[in-house]
C-alpha cells in the first residue's frame, strides 16, 4: 500500500451493501467488498497522494427520492464525502451531485419487469404505457425521471408520458408492488434480477433473494439494454456539487485504470466486458451480457427472464 504521510489527502467514502457484485458485506471476512471496495483499495495502493476509507452508509444517506431526488443528509452535510458505485444519470442527479469518472464504461442499462401470468408477461415489450401504473426504485439508478430519456427496444419509439409513476422504498417492496398488482410494471437495473439471486459467502439480509427467485417463472424483464438515461458508467466517486472530490480522485483513478490489477477486479466480479480496456484484457473479455442486449435481440420465450419483444 502506497504509504499515508502529511501530504495525503483522505476521503470517507460510504457504501451500502445490497448492491452485488458492487457493493456487499462478505459473510467469511465480514468485510465491505464488492467491485467499489476493491476498485478503492486499489488506489490506496497505488497512490500515495489520497487515501480512500470505506465505510458503510444507507444509500438514503448518500442519495434520496425524497422531492424527486436530492442529497442524502450524510453527504449534504459533510459526514461522507462520496458515496461509491453510483450511476452518472441524465436529469435530476446533476443539480445537486458531482462525479469522478466511471470505473465502468456504459455498462448500466435499465429495463421494465412485468408480471408473469402462465409464463406471459402482463405488459409487454411493445407497450407504450398509456395508462400504466409504473414503479420505480426509491434512491436508485435509473431515476424516477429516467424513462423520459429511454426508448422502447421494441418499437423504437419513446414511451407515452401518460403513466402513473410510483416510488417503491427498496428493490424488494418495488417488486413485491408489481407481482401483487399494484403497478403494471417496474423501471429498474436490467440486471438486478440476476444480482438478487442467492449467492454463497454475500450478506442477502438486506434483500429477499428468495423473492427473486421467481425471475423468469413470477416476473421477467420485457425491456432491456436501455442507456438512454446514463451520462456514464458507474462511478467510483458520487459527491457534493462543489465540493472538489472528484477532481482529486480522478487522476489516481485514471492510473488505476491501465494496471494489470484493474484488470484482475474486474475479471474477479465478472465485469470485463463492462469495463474500460486496457493492455491487459483480451478479446474473451467482451462477451456482451443478455441484460445488456437490447429486447429485439432476445428470442425465444421468458423463462430464462428476459422476454422478447413478440
Not at 78 to 94: F, K, S
Not at 139 to 154: I, R, Y
Request: glycine share 10%; charged share 20%.
Amino acid at each position: 500500500m502506497a504509504p499515508v504521510s502529511a501530504v495525503t489527502e483522505t476521503f470517507k467514502f460510504g457504501m451500502d451493501i445490497n448492491y452485488p457484485p458492487y457493493a456487499f458485506k462478505n459473510t467469511t471476512t465480514n468485510e465491505l467488498s464488492g467491485f467499489g471496495p476493491d476498485i478503492a483499495r486499489g488506489m490506496n495502493a497505488l497512490c500515495a497522494d489520497i487515501h480512500i476509507d470505506i465505510v458503510q452508509a444507507l444509500w438514503s444517506e448518500c442519495w434520496s427520492s425524497a422531492g424527486g431526488g436530492t442529497l442524502g443528509a450524510k453527504l449534504d452535510d459533510g459526514t461522507l464525502d462520496a458515496c461509491m458505485t453510483y450511476t452518472h444519470t441524465q436529469g435530476i442527479r446533476n443539480t445537486y451531485a458531482e462525479f469522478s469518472g466511471g470505473i465502468l464504461d456504459v455498462n448500466k442499462a435499465a429495463g421494465l419487469i412485468s408480471r408473469l401470468e402462465n409464463g406471459l408477461p402482463l405488459v409487454t415489450g411493445q407497450d407504450t404505457l398509456l395508462g400504466k401504473t409504473v414503479v420505480d426504485v426509491g434512491g436508485w439508478a435509473p431515476t424516477a425521471d429516467g424513462l423520459g430519456f429511454v426508448e422502447n427496444k421494441c418499437t423504437g419509439r419513446s414511451y407515452s408520458s401518460e403513466y402513473t409513476l410510483l416510488v417503491g422504498k427498496d428493490n424488494d417492496e418495488s417488486l413485491r408492488m408489481v407481482l401483487n398488482g399494484t403497478a403494471d410494471a417496474m423501471f429498474v437495473y436490467s440486471d438486478q434480477a440476476k444480482n438478487y439471486h442467492c449467492k454463497a459467502g454475500v450478506d442477502q439480509t438486506e434483500w429477499d433473494c428468495n423473492l427473486w427467485a421467481g425471475f423468469g417463472t413470477t416476473f421477467a424483464y420485457v425491456q432491456t439494454g436501455q442507456f438512454g438515461y446514463v451520462m456514464n458508467g458507474t462511478t467510483l466517486a458520487l459527491a457534493k456539487k462543489g465540493s472538489g472530490v472528484a477532481n482529486k480522485v480522478n487522476p489516481c483513478l485514471w492510473k488505476f485504470l491501465e494496471t494489470k490489477e484493474y484488470h484482475d477486479v474486474c475479471k474477479k466480479h465478472g465485469l470485463t466486458a463492462q469495463c474500460y480496456p486496457n493492455q491487459y484484457f483480451t478479446a474473451q473479455d467482451y462477451a456482451t451480457k443478455e441484460y445488456n442486449l437490447p429486447t429485439e435481440e432476445h428470442t425465444g420465450d421468458c423463462l430464462n427472464g428476459y422476454c422478447p419483444c413478440v
